[in-house]
């Protein structure tokens, strides 16, 4: 996509869908000509900052769901196609398609023996529904074995696409100890280089209002990954769940481990980042999900729809786009 000094009503109801940004929905209907939900599935993983690898308490952040607490789960000897169609189900009260896209989310799911890989890889491809797998995990979770392997499946299955999703979060080093991501940004740099090697595409995940970082900080991340051979990237607000060591923190010192507190804050932030955001990048996610009861702070960031709703209102108000800074 070119760059864009200034998109034409036309461009934004026809390329962005009427979004004054790149969503994942527009990206899925300019190309499938349809929007794809999401079947979030378990497989049984866990995470090297959880085994004992690195530790075993996790992200400070991480709740003790690894981030899947709404995915259908399945175990190496139960059915994937009965955990595939259970996850379908919970998405009956949105207006679906006929084609999916199999989300492997919990847990780091790169982090097994490679025949496991292969299986329930191969067994996503397989779904007639599934209009390809994306794959969340780790930077330091993908050999060059595991990149062989997704190469080789990406042929054998095509036209199924393939996405890898890395948990990045940060540029900056301090706040990566902080959190106890576990891995440099150079491994995060050769990872994503050999994936793009492999034709691979990466999505990103960046965690805004992380404890010590400004907007300055966050704006360096983004123009980072500007300059990153990633094809998307999800924006995703920090949480306060409860099990977590962040939560500890917070009950200690609540501005200062959660010091985006109102939705105001965070429309600021977000959509800062939305404009200095390469206008050619897939944005996947603009907010996040977390379960209710687990949920201690920001209380307001449970109702999804209304973040939506004000960030799509407050930019068009203010004329504002994907890329305008960029």
Known sequence: ??????????????????????????????????????????AGFTCPNR????????????????SGDFASAFSPDASFHTAYERGIQALSNKTAGERYIAYFQAYTNTYGPLPYLEKIYSLALEEPS??????????????????????????KYAPKFIWIELGLQTIHQRT????????????????????????????THVILGLPGEDTKDILETIAYLNHCPVFGIKLQLLHILRGTDLAVL?????????????????????????T??????????????APRADLIAPLWSANKRNVLNSLHRQMRDNGAFQGQFF
Not at 51 to 66: A, E
Request: proline share 7%.
């Open 1 to 42: 996509m070119p760059y864009l000094s200034n998109p034409s009503p036309k461009f934004i109801r026809d390329i962005w869908q009427g979004k004054p940004y790149y969503s994942l929905d527009a990206y899925c209907k300019n190309t499938f000509g349809e929007k794809l939900y999401k079947v979030s599935l378990n």
């Open 51 to 66: 085994d004992g690898t690195l530790g075993n308490r996790g992200c400070i952040f991480c709740s003790s769901g690894g």
């Open 130 to 155: 599934a209009a390809g797998i994306s794959i969340a995990t780790r930077p330091d979770t993908l050999p060059d074995e595991v990149i062989r392997l997704l190469s080789r499946l990406k042929e």
């Open 176 to 203: 990566a100890d902080f959190i106890r991501r576990g891995y440099p940004l150079s491994c995060f740099e050769d990872t994503v280089n050999r994936l793009k090697a492999a034709k691979i595409p990466v999505i």
């Open 250 to 274: 917070y009950e200690k010192e609540s501005e200062k481990y959660c010091p985006v507190d109102s939705l105001d804050k965070y429309l600021d932030i977000l959509i800062t980042c939305l």
């Open 276 to 289: 200095h955001l390469r206008p050619d990048m897939v944005v996947h996610r603009v907010t996040g999900d």
